[in-house]
């Protein structure tokens, strides 16, 4: 099989003297979709925030989209780290919209400001992403008289505006009211369907279910499972992986 898009190994995160993650080794290959669970605090969103230079980790090596973002423990440089982060794009529980600017302004401003593409041109192509999550109705629309939903798929096309290799969404349908989950679903099912290639920290396990293409479970900084999600949620080998699933599920 050819090499990773992102390779993880022994990455070592900590907080002051805490340490957070304790070694964690992963290998995603370019359209695998992989899920992570995990109880609260046991270092899932740690983890995703090392994975675009948000975080800098103190040991261990990341090498993502061809370029090592953390080898031997040493972070790549700033100014390079930027470039790197518009191959990996983010998408948060909390949706971190531009409150002042219309939806189109926020999904363009990326591109415009970014990658320095002409203003046409970027709001050509925000056209294009709302009409994927399904939004286009609502450009011109400011972010307060959106639905948390509605929210959501615009933070997802405003990701995506700057053409991702990679996206990691950090539980993107925690803050939602249940009857909203299923339209954000939705565009990443449809996104996974066109070969996206994802890091998702959910406890929506119908869609670790479905799109899974493996599940791994943290607990305390550690991975202590990982493998097909059906496979995991047929045998989970760990008692405690069990009782995560049976409170999640
Ligand atoms: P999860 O996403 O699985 O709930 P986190 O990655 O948010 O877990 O947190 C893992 C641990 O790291 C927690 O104990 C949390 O308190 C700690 N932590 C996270 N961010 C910080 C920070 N900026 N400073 C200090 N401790 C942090
Ligand atoms: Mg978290």
Redesign the pocket.
């Known amino acids: 099989m050819s090499e990773g898009i992102i390779q993880v190994k022994n990455l070592k995160k900590s ?2 003297d ?1 340490l ?1 993650l304790k070694g964690i080794d992963i290998e995603v290959h370019r359209g695998e979709v992989v899920v992570i669970i ?10 995703l925030r090392c994975c675009n230079g948000l975080e800098h980790a103190q040991g261990g090596s990341i090498r993502i989209c061809g370029e090592w973002l953390l080898q031997e423990g040493t972070m790549l440089e700033e100014g390079r780290l930027n470039g790197l982060r518009v191959h990996v794009g983010m998408v948060f529980q909390s949706f971190n919209l531009f409150p002042h600017l219309t939806i189109l302004q926020n999904v363009a401003i990326g591109p415009h400001k970014i990658l320095r593409q002409p203003k046409t041109h970027a709001e050509q192509m925000a056209r294009k992403l709302l009409q994927k999550v399904g939004l286009a109705d609502k450009a011109q629309a400011m972010p307060a008289s959106l639905s948390g939903g509605q929210k959501q798929r615009v933070a997802i096309a405003r990701a995506l505006a700057l053409q991702p290799e990679v996206m990691l969404f950090d539980e993107p349908t925690s803050a939602l009211d249940p009857e909203l989950v299923g339209e954000v679903l939705a565009v990443m099912k449809q996104l996974a369907g066109e070969g996206m290639t994802m890091l998702v ?1 959910t406890h929506e396990m119908s869609f670790a279910r479905e799109m899974a293409d493996m599940l791994i479970v ?1 607990e305390e900084g550690r991975i202590v499972e990982s493998g097909p999600a059906a496979a995991i949620f047929a045998h989970p080998a760990h008692e405690r992986t069990r009782a995560l699933l049976h409170k999640i599920m």
């Open positions: 907080f002051g805490q957070i995990g109880p609260s605090g046991s270092g899932k969103s740690t983890f920290v943290m």
